[in-house]
């Protein structure tokens, strides 16, 4: 009987501890239920007991701009965050923020492209491996619409291939065109054609094509979907998540939208006001339905409410604890 009542009271003691790990990871009770997608945290638990070396670490970076100057700013302050590397999936992630608060500073630092890198102080790798600078593993897609003027859709999504130079001109073409269909524009109607002769939503469908069709292992897009119309921009959405499951990359998306930002990610980044922090890590349901159906469910509606609660509560707190802080350095003088 003593026997059994010892087991019982492990099996409790394991019983809180995995209780313990499910709080670490939800990190906000207001968000521990099943809207916020207990199997992506399963998930999560289940890679970290690999030995595979992360996608992408920032050890408390800060960037700030114009050091010592009239104008200095800091952009972000103190990031920390670990992507881990999921085999045969990768990873989506959205970093979501209000406009000014550092999101582009950070895909930029990991892209290693001037001003944003390198960091101010703190650390940033990819793949274990100290960012020196822009890389073949890295490819990004900009909010501005980025297509060489003075190339067709062809040439424009053929332009990586050509720099790399490992094709002959006809591989380089067929694999443009299979592209050029992937991304849903037309071969025999659009290949052709010059990005003026564009809308929006088809010339940022060719700057995907350009960077998928290199197959980089990050891809990190910066708001590629702000200025399309809200239908044009689910189709883009549903396309993404297409694309990204055929190639199978880490991807970092940044959006000041949350519909978008819980539809697209397996988590999401939630940024504060400049100097932009990690208020929270949240894991959300993937996409598993297309964009127009599953965002007007209830339960998808629910998670983009509660999560803009938390926005409003967490910067009300880091803004009590900034004025707190101020009051406190005030008095010490």
Not at 266 to 290: A, T, W
Not at 304 to 323: G, K, P, S
Request: glycine share 6%.
């Amino acid at each position: 009987m003593a026997d059994d009542a010892r087991k019982d009271e492990d099996l409790k003691d394991e019983d809180l501890k995995d209780e313990d790990l499910k709080d670490e990871d939800l990190k906000d009770e207001d968000l521990k239920d099943e809207r916020l997608g207990d199997d992506s945290l399963k998930g999560r638990r289940e890679r970290r007991e690999g030995d595979r070396v992360p996608v992408v670490v920032f050890d408390k970076v800060t960037k700030t701009y114009n050091v010592g100057k009239a104008d200095e700013f800091t952009a972000i302050k103190d990031v920390t965050f670990t992507v881990e590397d999921i085999p045969d999936k990768g990873e989506f992630v959205s970093i979501l923020g209000p406009s000014g608060c550092g999101k582009s500073t950070v895909l930029r630092l990991i892209a290693g492209l001037e001003p944003q890198h390198p960091a101010t102080s703190g650390n940033v790798r990819v793949y274990g491996q100290q960012v020196a600078g822009p890389g073949a593993d890295r490819g990004m897609v900009f909010q501005a619409y980025t297509s060489f003027d003075h190339r067709t859709v062809l040439r424009n999504v053929m332009f990586g291939l050509e720099c790399r130079g490992d094709m002959s001109r006809a591989e380089r073409e067929e694999l443009a065109k299979e592209w050029i269909d992937k991304v849903g524009l037309s071969v025999k109607h659009d290949a052709d054609k010059y990005p003026h002769e564009l809308s929006g939503g088809m010339q940022q469908r060719v700057a995907i094509a350009r960077t998928l069709i290199l197959r980089p292992k990050i891809i990190l897009m910066d708001e590629p979907f702000g200025a399309l119309d809200p239908l044009t921009r689910m189709h883009m959405q549903d396309t993404l998540i297409q694309l990204w499951r055929e190639v199978e990359a880490t991807v970092f998306f940044v959006t000041h939208s949350i519909d978008e930002s819980v539809y697209l990610g397996d988590r999401v980044y939630l940024f504060s006001n400049s100097p932009g922090k990690i208020l929270k890590e949240i894991d959300v349901p993937p996409p598993d339905r297309p964009a127009m159906a599953m965002q007007r469910e209830k339960g998808f509606q629910q998670v983009v409410f509660d999560i803009r609660d938390l926005i409003d509560r967490l910067e009300r707190e880091q803004d009590e604890h900034e004025r707190e802080l101020e009051d406190a350095a005030a008095a010490a003088r």
